[in-house]
């Protein structure tokens, strides 16, 4: 009876020896890192309990683009800058095809780095040449053509969002096509001091979703800087019917680009 107990508190301390041993293979270590990043949808985001796993995953395999990319996310959108682009710039490193056009993304969306944001939607094509990338589910002309926008350069946004509509109604239609790309190119149009082009682009757009605030308010707005009081003024209160239904752009974490307000309206009313 002894003899069997010895055996068996031997293999019950070998059995603890692999449990806790301090050495795995490389195979073994991404396989724990992998699993550690799966178990971080049991925690809050950015949590110590989630950053703890992901610091834990990094140390058993420090080439996974993901564990920087997730150790990054909370930084992102609690608005620590200082932290966000070391942790995004590593995980676009080990994996650029994976991550490069997310940063962009992100610069654009939440930093509004526009000369950064391009940079990376230009890298991405170098990567893929003669293929449109969708970064988050967004096409990269699509964006490109809001980073020049912002920037002032009005017929460079103009030709990529004419780029993106054309691609977009050659490869799924243009019914898909989202109205934002149609309000953007407007105030394109505006900024090239063609407000007739601006117009027919708003237009456009409602002819896509004839009920977007957004769209019906820049249209009245065109027409009141044009003297045209009336079709302002029938345009302006389909917009006021359509921000009350909350039919207008917004994003979640960070405000959209010509967010749309109620302040906005009643500056134009009393404009008419």
């Not at 056009?101 to 890298?123: C, P, V």
Request: glycine share 6%.
């Amino acid at each position: 009876f002894i003899f069997l107990l010895l055996l068996l508190v031997a293999a019950c301390g070998q059995q603890r020896h692999d449990w806790y041993r301090k050495s795995f293979t490389q195979e073994e270590q991404i396989t724990l890192a992998d699993n550690l990043i799966e178990s971080i949808g049991s925690y809050y985001q950015g949590s110590p309990g989630c950053q703890l796993l992901l610091e834990e995953a990094k140390g058993f395999d420090p080439n996974n683009a993901t564990v920087y990319r997730e150790i990054g996310v909370p930084y992102l959108t609690r608005g620590i800058a200082s932290a966000f682009p070391h942790y995004y710039g590593k995980a676009a490193d080990l994996d650029p095809l994976g991550w490069t056009g997310w940063r962009g993304y992100l610069y654009l969306y939440f930093y509004r780095d526009y000369e950064r944001a391009l940079t990376d939607f230009n890298r991405l094509d170098t990567i893929t040449p003669g293929v449109v990338d969708y970064p988050q589910s967004i096409s990269v002309d699509f964006m490109r053509g809001i980073c020049y926008l912002q920037l002032e350069q009005y017929k460079a946004a103009v030709d990529y969002f004419a780029q993106h509509v054309e691609y977009e109604t050659s490869v799924t239609g243009f019914k898909y096509i989202a109205p934002e790309t149609f309000l953007f190119r407007g105030i394109a149009y505006l900024g090239l001091k063609q407000p007739d082009e601006a117009i027919q682009s708003f237009e456009t757009g409602l002819s896509r979703e004839d009920y977007n605030a957004d769209l019906m308010y820049w249209v009245a707005k065109t027409h009141a800087q044009e003297g045209r009081k009336a079709q302002a003024r029938s345009y302006l209160n389909k917009a006021k019917l359509a921000v009350a239904k909350k039919d207008y752009n917004r994003r979640p974490y960070v405000e959209e680009f010509y967010q749309l307000y109620e302040v906005d309206l009643i500056a134009l009313d009393e404009e008419l």
